[in-house]
């Protein structure tokens, strides 16, 4: 099983970036799919997921109403929208998935996650 998380970047603040992960190996379909993110000297920080059923999306309250996490069942993947970025955003950003549903108060837990991609950089100056 595969994450291959892309689209991490240099961007100013104010700017936007998509990130894109596509999973092989194994579908999701059935459990969430997030993206986490861990700035240096920090540790592993959750900022969105989603799943199906109305499971989600959630989201980390400082990046409400400018990320946006989407999912393409279809071709085994999750993206995530990043608008308006601030330099608190610059972070190694993470994919993550699950094979089978969880409870929703446990989707922003990263130990629930089974497979995780290699990590996107994302770099916002100001």
């Known amino acids: 099983v595969q994450l291959q998380a892309s689209g991490g970047g240099w961007v100013q603040a104010g700017g936007s970036l998509r990130l894109s992960c596509a999973a092989s190996g194994r579908t999701f379909t059935n459990g969430p799919m997030a993206w986490f993110r861990q700035a240096p000297g920090k540790g592993r920080e959750f900022v969105a997921a989603?799943?199906?059923?109305?499971?989600?999306?959630y989201y980390l309250d400082s990046v409400k109403g400018r990320f946006t996490i989407s999912r393409d069942y279809a071709k085994n993947a999750v993206y995530l929208e990043m608008n308006s970025l601030k330099p608190e955003d610059t972070a190694v950003y993470y994919c993550a998935a699950r094979d089978v549903r969880i409870i929703v108060s446990a989707m922003s837990r990263a130990e629930v996650y089974q497979y995780w991609g290699q990590g996107t950089q994302v770099t916002v100056s100001s």
């Open positions: 989603l799943g199906r059923w109305s499971a989600g999306p």
